[in-house]
């Protein structure tokens, strides 16, 4: 695997995502998993957040006590559709996290990545990014995304998803290889319309109650 590439391989994250990908799941249901897995992953994507010491008073004594650097907050940018339920679980986590979005979307014929929003906090120079999309089936989307963030310079970047195809991961680090890319599951392969197999059919679909 290459080496920024992070495989959350939980047993509480492995079991919810085999009962978000059994077809007979209902839109509810799928949407409390992937916000559950996606408090679950939050973990282990924001273990390196800085911290500082504060003076605080507890019921025996004063201390220095570590919090979050405030002036660091982390920027949560969601690939719509999709992403909002991984965004959903990190704001509960997070609540103070700023909020980007990036609208693209896969043109089935081509599987060329369409732009059609963009919309981030001005201030990411110095702050932590984090992309979240539940899956990376080609590489394309997430590899667009990419671009127009790194012109911020934020202090770092990094991408998550809950499924990954060997192709995706390729195709992800031979254009972001600083780029680190956490991920639940690493499934088999693409099918001719460019889904991943076995996967979990398409996340916003199942999210949102659409076809």
């Known amino acids: 695997m290459p080496n920024n590439l992070h495989l959350i391989n939980h047993p509480l994250i492995q079991h919810k995502l085999t009962l978000m990908r ?4 209902s839109t509810t249901k799928f949407r409390a998993l992937l916000k559950e897995i996606s408090l679950l992953m939050a973990y282990e994507v924001t273990r390196d957040l800085p911290l500082k010491l504060e003076m605080i ?18 920027v949560v940018v969601s690939i719509m559709r999709a992403g909002q339920g991984i965004l959903d679980g990190i704001l509960e986590l997070m609540p103070s996290a700023r909020v980007g979005h990036i609208g693209l979307y896969r ?3 081509t599987l060329r990545v ?21 899956m990376i089936a080609t590489g394309n989307t997430a590899v667009a995304a990419l671009y127009p963030l790194k012109q911020a310079q934020p202090r770092s970047l990094r991408f ?7 192709e995706g991961i390729t195709h ?13 599951a690493i499934d088999d392969s693409l099918n001719d319309q460019g ?4 996967g979990l059919g398409d996340a916003g679909d199942r999210l949102f109650g659409t076809k």
């Open 160 to 166: 998550l998803c809950l499924l990954a195809a060997p």
């Open 57 to 74: 008073q507890t019921p025996l004594a004063a201390m220095d006590a570590p919090v979050l650097a405030p002036e660091k907050k982390l």
């Open 172 to 184: 992800f680090h031979q254009e972001h290889p600083d780029v680190p890319l956490y991920t639940a």
């Open 22 to 25: 059994r077809a007979e799941t």
């Open 107 to 109: 043109d089935p014929q």
């Open 114 to 134: 369409i732009e059609y929003f963009f919309k981030v906090p001005e201030d990411l120079a110095d702050r932590d990014v984090l992309v979240v999309d539940p």
């Open 195 to 198: 889904y991943i197999l076995p």
